[in-house]
């Protein structure tokens, strides 16, 4: 599993139109956590345990992660077909 980015996890959150709060509550991580992950741009500065949390439920909320493809990273909605 592939690292995630603060900028990442911001943009999957706005996708969802997820709080802090709701994020923190769904991945089972304190809402300190979740803003410490979102701080940077890079690579968060969380446990490896907590960023999988954070990651899963993101993923399993629907939303993808793109990989850097010369455009940058980002996040997306998964395809629903």
Do not use: C, H, Y
């Amino acid at each position: 599993m592939n690292g995630i980015t603060g900028a990442q996890i911001r943009a999957a959150r706005a996708l969802l139109r997820w709080s802090a709060e709701d994020l923190a509550k769904a991945a089972s991580v304190g809402v300190t956590t979740v803003r410490r992950a979102e701080a940077g741009d890079g690579q968060p500065s969380i446990t490896a345990a907590n960023l999988k949390l954070i990651r899963i439920t993101l993923e399993d909320a629907g939303i993808e992660f793109i990989p850097e493809n010369g455009g940058g990273v980002g996040a997306r909605f998964k395809n629903r077909t």
